[in-house]
C-alpha cells in the first residue's frame, strides 16, 4: 500500500456556484490510525454527493459546522477497512460513514455523527448510499412523518427525479396518494412516469408550472414535498387546498445563489388555507433508520421502488461531480466510484 493519501481540501469559500477553483488536490501522508481507541483505517471505494455540501463549505451557522478551509471535503461515502485490530470492524469489512474527499480516513467508532457502519452481507456500495441512503431516509421520514399524506389525496413533489424526490412520490404512490411530480427534461418526466408510475408529471422548463399544478391538481395540492424552493413553492403556495402540508426539505434553486433571493410572494396562503408548512433534516430521525430501511428492503423486494444511480469516475472529477447536481446533470443519486471492494 502506498503511504500517500490523496485529498480534495476546501480552498476557498463559493460566493456563486461552487466548482472545482474552490478545492485543491494535494498528496498527504497517509493517516494513522489509534488501533488502541479502535480506530480503523478506510479505503474509500464510492462517495455521495449531496447538495447539502454547498450549506457546509459556508461559514455560516446550521445544523453541522463548517468544513474548514485547507480542510479534506466533507463527504459520505462507503469503504473498505484495510487496517483494523478491532474484532467489530475486522479487515475486509464494507463500511458507510463520513469519509471525505480522500482515498483514506480513519474510521472511529466514537464519532458523534457518523461512525463506521458495517454494510448490511450482500449489499452493493451504489444501493447503499441510493436507495437504502440518507437520501430515502429523508424521503421516507420527510413525507411520512413531516407530509402525513392520507389515501386518496394529492401529493405534489419538486426535484421528483432526483434520489430524493423519486423516492417521495413512489412512497406517496405505495401509501394510495395521488401524485404529480415536478422535474426538468423530458428524460426524467417519462422515467417518472413509465419507471415510478407517478400519476402526472411537469416538465419544469418547458411548462408554465403555475398553471400546469392548478390544471393538475383542480382540488389543490394537499401535501406539497419541495427539494427546489423559489419559484416552485411560489408555484405550490398558490395551488395548496385548504389544510395542506408543506415539507420544506431543501431549496436547491437558490443554493449557489449569490445574495439570498426573496422569499414567497404568497406567502400569505398558508394563514387564509391553513396551511402548515415545516423543515426537517433527517439526521433527526437517524435513531428510527432500521425503520425506514426495513419498509424500503420490502418495496425493493417486491418491485416497487424504481431508482437510478449515477456513477461518475476518478478522484480528480470529484469536484465536478458536486455540480451536477446543480445544472441538473445527474440522472438519480449522484455517486463516484474510486475502487471496487477486494
Ligand atoms: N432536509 C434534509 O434532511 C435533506 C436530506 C437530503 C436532501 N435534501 C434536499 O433534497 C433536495 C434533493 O437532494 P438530492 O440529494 O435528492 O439531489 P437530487 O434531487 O438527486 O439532485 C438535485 C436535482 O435538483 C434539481 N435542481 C438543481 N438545480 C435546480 C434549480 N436551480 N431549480 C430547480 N431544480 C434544480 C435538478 O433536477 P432537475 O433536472 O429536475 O431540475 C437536480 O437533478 C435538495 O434540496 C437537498 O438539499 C434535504
Excluded at 178 to 204: F, M, N, P, S, T
Amino acid at each position: 500500500m502506498s503511504d500517500v493519501n490523496r485529498q480534495w481540501l476546501l480552498k476557498a469559500r463559493p460566493t456563486g456556484m461552487i466548482g472545482p477553483e474552490h478545492f485543491e488536490l494535494v498528496e498527504s501522508a497517509m493517516p494513522r490510525p489509534d488501533f488502541e481507541a479502535g480506530q480503523v483505517l478506510v479505503k474509500t471505494l464510492m462517495l455521495s454527493f449531496d447538495p447539502a455540501m454547498r450549506g457546509w463549505v459556508m461559514d455560516e451557522p446550521s445544523y453541522l459546522p463548517p468544513v474548514p478551509l485547507g480542510e479534506p471535503m466533507r463527504a459520505s461515502g462507503v469503504g473498505q477497512v484495510v487496517q483494523s485490530s478491532n474484532p467489530a470492524l475486522p479487515v475486509g469489512t464494507l463500511v458507510q460513514g463520513l469519509v471525505n474527499w480522500q482515498e483514506y480516513s480513519i474510521g472511529d467508532p466514537r464519532h458523534p455523527l457518523a461512525p463506521p457502519t458495517p454494510l448490511p452481507a450482500g449489499t452493493p456500495p451504489g444501493m447503499a448510499l441510493s436507495i437504502f441512503g440518507s437520501t430515502s431516509l429523508t424521503a421516507y421520514f420527510g413525507l411520512l412523518d413531516v407530509g402525513q399524506p392520507q389515501p386518496g389525496e394529492t401529493v405534489l413533489v419538486s426535484g421528483a427525479a432526483g434520489a430524493t424526490g423519486s423516492v417521495v412520490a413512489q412512497i406517496a404512490r405505495l401509501k394510495g396518494a395521488r401524485v404529480v411530480g415536478i422535474a426538468g427534461g423530458a428524460d426524467k418526466c417519462q422515467w417518472l412516469r413509465e419507471a415510478c408510475k407517478v400519476d402526472e408529471v411537469i416538465d419544469y422548463k418547458r411548462e408554465d408550472l403555475p398553471a400546469r399544478i392548478a390544471q393538475l391538481c383542480p382540488e389543490g395540492v394537499n401535501v406539497f414535498f419541495d427539494n427546489v424552493g423559489g419559484d416552485t413553492l411560489e408555484a405550490a403556495l398558490a395551488n395548496m387546498a385548504d389544510f395542506g402540508r408543506i415539507v420544506l426539505c431543501g431549496a436547491i434553486a437558490g443554493y449557489n445563489d449569490e445574495t439570498p433571493r426573496p422569499g414567497p410572494r404568497n406567502l400569505m396562503n398558508v394563514v387564509t388555507r391553513r396551511l402548515r408548512m415545516q423543515g426537517f433534516i433527517v439526521i433527526d430521525y437517524l435513531a428510527r433508520a432500521n425503520e425506514a430501511v426495513a419498509a424500503l428492503a420490502e418495496w425493493v423486494a417486491a418491485g416497487e421502488l424504481a431508482w437510478r444511480e449515477d456513477v461518475q469516475e476518478g478522484f480528480e472529477n470529484i469536484p465536478a461531480t458536486l455540480q451536477r447536481l446543480f445544472d441538473g446533470r445527474n440522472q438519480g443519486k449522484q455517486l463516484l466510484k474510486l475502487a471496487d471492494p477486494e
